[in-house]
Each structure stands twice: as structure tokens, then as C-alpha cells.
């Protein structure tokens, strides 16, 4: 699905003492065949853009069809369809009181297929981790990380043709994160949904996304497939702690694989030492 940003810019609290420019004239087209990540101090403004409850101060967003600009008419539910946004602030996410309640919200408002409904729900709720004992769980009585896969399953029940990802990342451990990753990379290349990942998270994003763009002061400074060890990126976000450690071991003449997962440098390492 094709997703271009056209010269837009976004002013954050416009005329307030907190204004600033989050988007100076962006110019990008997101190539569906990759996951992206989007990084910068952008806050969460790409993925409210993109399913219009946010708009742009200039230019315009295509998304297939549908053109967004400032103030023209949008059908955001026909957006949406397309576009699921999993965003981070899960108290505004999550509209219904119980569980299924939430899943069939979306289900019918998407979908309409009712004959399928209870089928996809239990499916969408398993494939985030979730068993049927939440179907009738109290949304205000979920741990907020189980919340986050309430939210991730409310997308997935009707299958949108993109998922976006707002720091979806935060709050997992290191084993649900990596189910995750292994989880929406399936989505990616068996299922042919186009991904969007927003965050700052480097160590996240190791054999998992295809391509980086930072926004650095409303700015697009920085783009590339090939980033896991380019130092270039390095001038904006952090670096992740296998690529400072093989950098820092470089600096030391010694001979070292660009690795890019952990247990293949220890193995390595361990061969050096045997």
C-alpha cells in the first residue's frame, strides 16, 4: 500500500510557549516490502497522521487512495480499516468495559462478518499470548503490559493491510520482546502486512527492522538499510550495546564479525579463548 509523505510539516502547539516543529517539510515514501522504524523526538505524530487524528500544518499524506491535508474531508474509518495503530497510551486505547467486548467493537466495525466474529477474536487473543480465560476480563483489572496485547489483538481481529507500531516495545521483557518481533516479521513476509515500528529502541530493532529513518529536529537526517553499524546514526540515537562492544573491540586491532546476534559473538569469543 503506498504511504508518502509530501512536503508535510506538523507544528506542535501552535501559538503556544511550547510550540515547536516536529515535521519540517518531510519528503519519504515508505516501501512496503520493508519493516521501518522511525526514529527522532517526534513523539507519536507519525502514527496519528497517518490514520488522521492528527493533521498536517502542510503539504499532504497519500495513502493509497486517500490524500490527507490540512483541512480537507477524510473518511478516517476507511483509513482505519487499512491502518491499525497500536499506540502507547493504553487508558485512551481501550474503549469498552470488558475484554471481548473491545475485540468485537473493532471486529464489527471492520469486519461486519458476524458468523466469524468469536472464531477471530479467540484466534487474535492467542496470537498475542492471551487465552480465552480474558475474553470476559474487566479491561480496569489488566496489568498494563496485558492491556498493550489487548490493544495489538483489537487490530489484529480485523486484519488491517498496516500495522503501525508506537513504542509497542516498552514494558516487555526480553523474551516477550523477541516473540513479538518473531511475531510481526511472520505478519510481514508470510502475510504481506506492511510494518511501521516508532521508537528510539536500537537494541529492539537488531534482526528485525529493514530500514532506519531519524527525524532530528523536524529534520529527515538520516536513512539506510545497512544501519546496524553505521557510525552515522550513532550522532543521533544509541548504540546498541553488541555494536559498542564489537566497535570498541575494533579500536583494538583486533579482527572482529559485524555480529548482529548475541549468541553467535559468544560463540566466536569462545573459539578465540579455546
Keep these: 500500500m503506498e504511504i508518502k509523505f509530501d512536503n508535510v510539516s506538523y507544528l ?8 515547536r516543529i516536529l515535521l519540517d517539510n518531510i519528503n519519504y515514501t515508505f516501501n512496503e516490502k520493508d519493516i521501518t ?25 497519500i495513502i493509497g487512495d486517500t490524500t490527507i491535508k490540512s483541512n480537507n474531508a477524510i473518511d478516517k474509518c476507511a483509513i482505519r ?41 479467540k484466534e487474535a487473543l492467542l496470537i498475542v499470548g492471551l487465552n480465552n480465560d480474558y ?15 489487548v490493544n495489538l489483538a483489537a487490530i489484529l481481529v480485523y486484519n488491517p493491510k498496516v500495522i503501525i507500531l508506537d513504542n509497542f516495545e516498552k514494558g516487555f521483557n526480553d523474551k516477550e520482546k523477541k516473540d513479538f518481533k518473531k511475531l510481526f516479521t511472520n505478519l510481514h513476509k508470510k502475510y504481506h502486512k506492511q510494518i511501521i515500528v516508532i521508537s528510539n529502541d536500537l537494541e529492539y530493532a537488531i534482526n528485525f527492522v529493514d530500514k532506519i529513518i531519524v527525524i532530528h529536529n523536524g529534520k529527515l537526517v538520516y536513512e539506510n538499510s545497512n544501519w546496524v553499524y553505521d557510525e552515522k546514526l550513532y550522532k543521533y540515537l544509541e548504540m546498541p550495546n553488541i555494536v559498542e562492544f564489537i566497535t570498541y573491540i575494533r579500536s583494538l586491532g583486533r579482527d572482529i564479525l559485524p555480529y548482529t546476534d548475541n549468541k553467535e559473538l559468544l560463540k566466536a569469543i569462545y573459539r578465540d579463548v579455546v
Design 37 to 61: 522504524m522511525v526514529c527522532g523526538n517526534i513523539d507519536s505524530i507519525i502514527g496519528k497522521l497517518l490514520v488522521g487524528s492528527k493533521r498536517v500544518s502542510k503539504g499532504s499524506i
Design 12 to 19: 506542535q502547539n501552535k501559538g503556544l510557549s511550547t510550540e
Design 135 to 149: 475474553l470476559f476480563r474487566l479491561v480496569d483489572e489488566l496489568s498494563y503490559i496485558e492491556r498493550k496485547k
Design 81 to 121: 480499516k487499512d491502518i491499525g495503530f497500536v499506540g502507547h497510551t493504553m487508558n485512551k486505547n481501550i474503549k469498552m468495559k470488558y475484554v471481548y467486548d473491545e475485540l468485537k467493537y473493532y471486529y464489527d466495525k471492520f469486519k461486519g462478518k458476524e458468523e466469524l466474529r468469536d472464531d477471530r477474536i
